[in-house]
């Protein structure tokens, strides 16, 4: 049964938000005096069960036991969240180490995920996910620079203004004249081109021996090769933080559902396919229980904010999995800023 804010006057408003205000800090059952307890305007324990039994009757309440008090639906939080929900600004420090973990997470794209994601599910208390960007726009510029004997890094731009920078073994005694010339070779083939195309194209060409490079240039090139074959396509996913989910459960079912959320984490296809089509929207967008069908069974959800890239185009999704119980005034505001934060450092 839907309902709207309309239908319910202002003591059932209160009573509700009130409710799932307590739910979200305990996970019990909440009675008529836990209510009148922390209700600003005074109602009597009868008259919160008579508002109670209404709220019941309209599908967003439901009594788990005959004499325990109720708790939300996932039509209950849906309303919840849609319509009452206060969400406030992040305080400052979380904003400040969301920036500092975000800054110094490292040089490449991958790490910058990976720690934001780290970050995110720590303060959420949730599981933290990622979409990485789809790494099928064309390139732009590479160039290798030397680090130590035996190390050097290769610096990936793509057109979009992703900067990816891996760290590759090449051989010792490589001289900077012959990072240059691995460098000028790969640009002179790669502008324009996807990162599929430019691979086919160089294998191709070493492969032949049409490259026109000394035999350590050659090497160089390879091992550029292989760091990008070996690299994160197609739009990976990166899970952190799963045990989070394991703190603060009070009850059997709560923990049946977390197993059956840990399963959909480790298989991940379904996830990632459910954050590609969040990424073709813009804004904060949350999925509560069995509003998807991934969590029918883990009665979880799902809180996620695209990212852009220097030209504003969605890339990618970051955001938190966690029980359908979790902070949603706390967690929105911190997704959204995690994402805009990875965001501005991509861009």
């Not at 708790?71 to 992040?90: A, M, N, Y």
């Not at 790490?111 to 790494?135: D, F, R």
């Not at 130590?148 to 793509?158: E, R, Y």
């Not at 160089?220 to 990166?238: K, T, Y």
Request: with cysteine; net charge negative; glycine share 8%.
């Amino acid at each position: 049964m839907s309902i709207t804010l309309a239908e319910l006057n202002q003591r059932s408003l209160e009573v509700f938000r009130e409710l799932v205000d307590a739910y979200v800090e305990t996970g019990d059952p909440v009675g008529s005096r836990t209510l009148s307890r922390r209700l600003k305007t005074p109602l009597s324990p009868a008259t919160i069960r008579n508002i109670m039994a209404d709220l019941e009757e309209a599908g967003l309440l439901y009594a788990p036991h005959t004499s325990a008090g109720r708790l939300p639906t996932e039509d209950g939080l849906r309303f919840f969240v849609h319509g009452l929900l206060e969400i406030g600004d992040l305080n400052e420090i979380d904003r400040k180490q969301i920036e500092h973990r975000c800054q110094t997470a490292g040089l490449s794209l991958s790490s910058v995920l990976e720690e934001a994601t780290s970050m995110l599910s720590g303060l959420a208390k949730c599981a933290g996910l990622v979409m990485a960007p789809k790494t099928d726009s064309e390139l732009k510029h590479i160039e290798f620079v030397s680090l130590s004997p035996g190390k050097a890094l290769v610096v990936i731009i793509s057109q979009d203004g992703i900067v990816e920078n891996r760290l590759i073994d090449v051989p010792k005694g490589v001289s900077s004249s012959v990072l240059e010339q691995a460098t000028n070779y790969l640009n002179s083939h790669l502008e324009g081109k996807t990162l599929a195309q430019a691979n086919t194209l160089i294998n191709e060409e070493l492969g032949q021996h049409q490259a026109h490079l000394n035999t350590l240039a050659s090497k160089v090139v390879e091992a550029g090769i292989a760091v990008w074959a070996g690299g994160q396509q197609g739009g990976s996913l990166i899970v952190k933080g799963q045990s989070n989910l394991l703190h603060g459960l009070t009850e059997v079912n709560e923990l049946e559902q977390i197993r059956n959320l840990f399963d959909i984490l480790d298989t991940k296809e379904s996830l990632r396919s459910l954050l590609d089509a969040s990424i073709k929207a813009e804004g904060v967008q949350i999925f509560i229980g069995a509003e998807n069908n991934l969590f029918t069974l883990s009665g979880c959800s799902l809180v996620v904010a695209p990212y852009h890239n220097s030209r504003q185009q969605i890339i990618g999704a970051i955001g938190v999995v966690g029980p359908a119980r979790m902070n949603y005034g706390k967690i929105i505001p911190l997704v959204n800023y995690t994402a805009k934060m990875v965001g501005s450092l991509i861009g």
